[in-house]
């Protein structure tokens, strides 16, 4: 059967998708010359390594939503799990290269979205575990099939900047929440009783404007 190996050889937006989409640029290659692919059913998780990358100055303050204060962090800083994807790869005999896609959200209530935004610059941690199904020629020109082992996986260290141009482009210079039914209403009913235009307005005037505080724009 085939021994595949998988690499990621880079990462860029999709410029024009209907949400944030990531292209992980996956190289696949199989050992098993003489057994060429027909098509791989690929499936992959992808895990952040939060633990294999340093933290400083703003960053440690916008985690502790996640990880709690620095201190605790020898109990609390694990890996988490990003997102699952998979991609259909076409016939191939030795190596091919394809796109993995990869949704992001903007949604502040996703881990993974409060830990991209927390970080000022560097490099993402990743860890993409692969599974799925390989119809392949065993050499004698008849259909075979088989699972991709458990073990496989891939490494990538993303750039932080990829992802933050990225909700630059579908988002410019804004960020999403969602809100409960009832305190989404008590805001909109003082949205309304103040006479203000904008949601912007009535958070400024509920929140306390307090120097230093906030990530600049």
């Not at 991209?116 to 008849?142: K, N």
């Not at 141009?165 to 989404?184: G, I, K, S």
Request: negative net charge; contains cysteine; glycine residues 4%.
């Amino acid at each position: 059967m085939p021994e595949l190996s998988f690499d990621v050889a880079g990462a860029e937006a999709v410029k024009f998708a209907a949400a944030p989409l990531l292209a992980f640029k996956l190289q696949i290659t199989n050992a098993a010359e003489a057994e060429p692919v027909y098509s791989i059913a690929l499936r992959c998780q992808i895990m952040i390594d939060a633990t294999r990358r340093r933290y400083a100055g703003q960053e440690t303050k916008r985690l502790l939503d996640l990880f709690g204060e620095p201190e605790m962090w020898s109990r609390t800083l694990k890996s988490m799990l990003w997102t699952f994807t998979n991609v259909n790869v076409p016939a191939f005999t030795e190596s091919t290269l394809v796109e993995l896609p990869v949704p992001c959200t903007y949604d502040f209530n996703v881990a993974a979205t409060k830990y991209f935004y927390a970080l000022e610059d560097g490099e993402i941690p990743l860890t993409l575990l692969f599974s799925g199904t390989v119809f392949y020629d065993a050499g004698d020109s008849t259909l075979q099939v088989a699972q991709i082992p458990w073990e496989k996986e891939a490494v990538y260290r993303l750039p932080v900047n990829i992802w933050e141009e990225m909700m630059d482009h579908y988002y410019p210079n804004t960020a999403w929440l969602t809100l409960r039914r009832d305190v989404f209403d008590q805001l909109y009913q003082y949205k309304m009783r103040n006479g203000l235009p904008t949601w912007e307005q009535v958070l400024e005037r509920l929140l306390p404007q307090e120097e230093g505080e906030g990530r600049p724009a």
